[in-house]
């Protein structure tokens, strides 16, 4: 068994919501501000007014950005959890290459005076969006007024949203300190893993069950099911 949703984005809940709390419905659309370096620059910009360097110094002094910050600001990061998100999360067959991927490296201060006075706030997106059955994925700035949930985003935290036929809109907000907030998402998986085991185990020790070998698999149920 494989669970890796603290590789998409964290401690926020990205595929969890998908297997648990919105099993059952179609999902259409799902946007996530799934980088924190790349959330941080946007909003120092936006809300102190300063430039892009500058902001990018301040959080590689800060630690969150990485020396070489191109992963995040290029939008590769996103578009990595964007990827495991459609695979594992919505059952796509994507790659790298089936995605249009913008960074925020060319954002200029014209761009962020012009979006202030539009009363629009940007962010650094992952959008998944389903169309004829199919699943189209992209990651680019997206801007939004300021009652969208969406532009009060602040710092390095991280925002999902994702909209299903049955449950309409379902937004997490995710403001977890790092790096425990990764280590806690590892455990939570891990979590997973042993209860979905344990379930597992108990189902095939009831009294007066018989177990059956698994299809596909060698050996009985119990050795089916390994960490």
Known sequence: ????????????????????????????????????????????????????????????IGGFAEADPRNDTEGWDTACKLLILANFGLGADLAMDDLTVEGIQSVSAERIDAWRGQGLVPKLVGRLSRANGAIRAEVGIRTYPLADPFANIRGKDKAIRIVTDAMGATLAIGSGKEPLATAAAALKDLEHILAARTGWEAAYSRPGHQRQDVPGRKGTAHEGCNL
């Open 1 to 60: 068994m494989l669970k890796l949703s603290g590789a998409a984005a964290a401690a926020l809940p990205t595929i969890d919501l998908v297997e648990h709390s919105l099993k059952g419905c179609e999902v259409l659309e799902v946007e996530g501000i799934l980088n924190a370096t790349t959330n941080y620059l946007l909003d120092a910009m936006m809300t102190r007014g300063i430039g892009f360097d500058e902001a990018l110094r301040e959080a590689q």
